[in-house]
C-alpha cells in the first residue's frame, strides 16, 4: 500500500532503491558498462518515477560525467549518503563492492523500520476494534434507546448521564471538534515540515516520553553506527564520514547534538571524547567501545558490533512493549465496552424491576 501512493506521488521508495542498486551491482559485475546497465535497468524498472531518474542517469553517464554526480541531481530522493558511497565507489574503482555494500544498509534500515511498524500493528489493530464498537453503541445502539430511556420517570444511573451528556455534545459541537482536530494535525505536521524550531520541539520532547525515548534511542545509535561503519568500509575519511552520518539523522535533536562532531574531529580530536559531551544522547557504552575502536585500530568493526547490538536491544524492547501493551489495551477495551453496555443495560434493569 505504501508503495502505491508513493507511486501515485512520484516518490521512490525504499525497496525500489534497493532494487536498483541490487540490479545495477549485479549486471555492473558481469562486465557490462555502465551505460549499458543503466540502459538495462530502465527497460525493467516498473516504477514511473525511478524510471524516469535513471534515464536522467543515463544522459549524464553518457555525457561523460560521473553516476554521483547524475545522482547528485536527486539528493533529495538518495541522500549524501547513497551519494557519497557510490562516489568513493567510482572514484577508487570498486563501484560493484560499494553497491554491494549500498542494497545491505538499505535492506537493514528497511527491515528496521519494518519492526517498529509491525510491532505497532496488532495494538493498532486493538484500538480501532475498540473504537469501532464503541461508536457502534454510543452513535447506533444507544439512541433507538434514548427516546425510551427519557421517557421515563426513573433516576437515571451516573453512566447514562455521562453517556447522555457526550451525544449532546457530540450533536452540537462534533463536526467542530473533528475539523479542528484535523486541521490541528495538520498545522503541526506543516509547521515541523518547515519551521526547524519548532521541529526540534517535537524531537527533543520525546525523549521526556519513558518508553518512547528508548526507542528512538535504539532507532538513532543502530543507524548512526551502522551508516559510519559502512562508511568507513567504503573508503571515506573519517572527518567526511562523521559529516555524511550527521546529516543522516531523522530526528533534529539528535543532528543539532552531532552537529560540532566534524569540526571538533577535523581539528584533531577524537569522536569518542565529543559524543563524552553529549550523554544526554549517546550512552556510555557506545562511547566507551568506540574509544576502544579508535585506540586499537578496530573502529570499522566496532561500529558493526554496536549497530548490531543496538539493532537486537530493539527488538527486546518492541517484544516486551507489545508483550505489556496487548493485555492493557484489552483490558480498557474491556473497561469501556463494559461502561457502555452499563449505561445501556442499567435503565432498562430499572424499569423490569420497577414492574416486578
Not at 502505491?4 to 525504499?14: A, C, M, T, W, Y
Not at 557510490?86 to 554491494?100: A, D, K
Amino acid at each position: 500500500m505504501g508503495s502505491l501512493f508513493r507511486g501515485i506521488f512520484g516518490k521512490v521508495s525504499i525497496q525500489e532503491k534497493i532494487n536498483f542498486v541490487r540490479h545495477l551491482a549485479i549486471v555492473t559485475k558481469s562486465g557490462l558498462p555502465l551505460l549499458e546497465s543503466l540502459k538495462i535497468i530502465e527497460e525493467q524498472t516498473e516504477s514511473k518515477a525511478l524510471r524516469k531518474i535513471i534515464r536522467q542517469l543515463t544522459v549524464e553517464v553518457n555525457n561523460g560525467h560521473l553516476l554521483s554526480d547524475g545522482l547528485a541531481k536527486h539528493r533529495k530522493t538518495f541522500g549524501d549518503f547513497f551519494i557519497s558511497i557510490v562516489r568513493i565507489g567510482e572514484l577508487s574503482g570498486t563501484l560493484t563492492t560499494n553497491l554491494t555494500y549500498l542494497a545491505e544498509e538499505l535492506k537493514k534500515s528497511k527491515a528496521l523500520q519494518g519492526k517498529v511498524h509491525s510491532a505497532m500493528v496488532y495494538p493498532a489493530v486493538i484500538f480501532v476494534a475498540m473504537i469501532a464498537v464503541s461508536f457502534f453503541l454510543t452513535f447506533f445502539i444507544f439512541p433507538k434507546l434514548l427516546p425510551v430511556i427519557s421517557g421515563l420517570n426513573v433516576e437515571l444511573p451516573l453512566p447514562t448521564k455521562i453517556l447522555i451528556g457526550f451525544l449532546d455534545i457530540s450533536k452540537k459541537y462534533g463536526v467542530m471538534i473533528i475539523v479542528g482536530a484535523v486541521a490541528f494535525i495538520v498545522g503541526i505536521k506543516f509547521l515541523t515540515s518547515k519551521m526547524k524550531r519548532i521541529k526540534y520541539f517535537f524531537d527533543r520532547s520525546v525523549f521526556y516520553i519513558p518508553v518512547v525515548a528508548t526507542f528512538v534511542e535504539s532507532v538513532n545509535i543502530a543507524n548512526f553506527a551502522r551508516i559510519l561503519a559502512l562508511l568507513l568500509k567504503s573508503g571515506i575519511t573519517i572527518v567526511d564520514a562523521i559529516g555524511i552520518t550527521g546529516d543522516t539523522f531523522e530526528n533534529s535533536a539528535y543532528k543539532l547534538s552531532f552537529s560540532g562532531a566534524q569540526d571538533f574531529v577535523r581539528k584533531g580530536g577524537q569522536l569518542s571524547d565529543f559524543l563524552t559531551t553529549r550523554k544526554d544522547f549517546f550512552p556510555k557504552l557506545l562511547t566507551g567501545i568506540i574509544k576502544i575502536g579508535e585506540s586499537t585500530g578496530n573502529l570499522e568493526d566496532n561500529l558493526f558490533y554496536l549497530s548490531d547490538y543496538y539493532t537486537e536491544e530493539l527488538d527486546n524492547r518492541l517484544h516486551n512493549m507489545t508483550t505489556f501493551l496487548e493485555p492493557l489495551l484489552l483490558l480498557i477495551m474491556g473497561l469501556l465496552v463494559g461502561f457502555l453496555a452499563m449505561a445501556i443495560i442499567l435503565p432498562i434493569y430499572s424499569i423490569s424491576k420497577g414492574v416486578r
